[in-house]
């Protein structure tokens, strides 16, 4: 198998509630692949466009959320999917919202904004799990990394 592709993205959602970092997990529709797991903001990227505006289409289609900031956070998921006999690459990104109001689409069923920890203990997949700790890591402490790693959108 030579099969290696960059074709999804992992997005963390944090909002500020005074300095309290929450952030968002959904859950996915019974009807959808993986069916009834939470996860952070996922999704395939188009052909015609670019790793982190999937990110951004992502959290619209899926949450009705705009981002107000947005990172890449220093950790890249992967998995073998035997579905297509292929490994994937999942680039990670972390994205600031300035509302709660989220307005999910047909692939999902519920969401939850809580700590680090409850939204951790929620999340199926142990690299996602990693990805938030990263983000969180990096908005909470590492104010260099999240200075360097901003996308300017």
């Not at 198998?1 to 963390?12: L, Q």
């Amino acid at each position: 198998m030579n099969n290696v592709k960059v074709g999804v993205i992992d997005c963390h959602v944090v909002y500020w509630e005074a300095e309290i970092p929450q952030f968002l997990t959904i859950k996915r529709s019974p009807q959808e692949r993986y069916p009834l797991i939470w996860q952070c903001i996922t999704g395939g990227i188009k052909s015609n466009e670019r790793t982190y505006q999937a990110a951004i289409r992502e959290l619209k289609e899926e949450t009705g959320l705009y981002p107000e900031k947005m990172w890449t956070v220093d950790c890249v998921n992967s998995y073998y999917d035997p579905k297509y006999d292929s490994v994937f690459l999942i680039p990670v990104f972390g994205i600031e919202v300035k509302s709660k109001d989220v307005k999910l689409s047909s692939e999902h069923v519920d969401f939850y904004w809580g700590s680090l920890e409850n939204v951790k203990s929620k999340l199926l997949w142990n690299q996602q799990k990693q990805g938030l700790d990263s983000f969180n890591q990096m908005i909470t402490k590492q104010t260099k990394k999240l200075e360097l790693s901003e996308i300017h959108i």
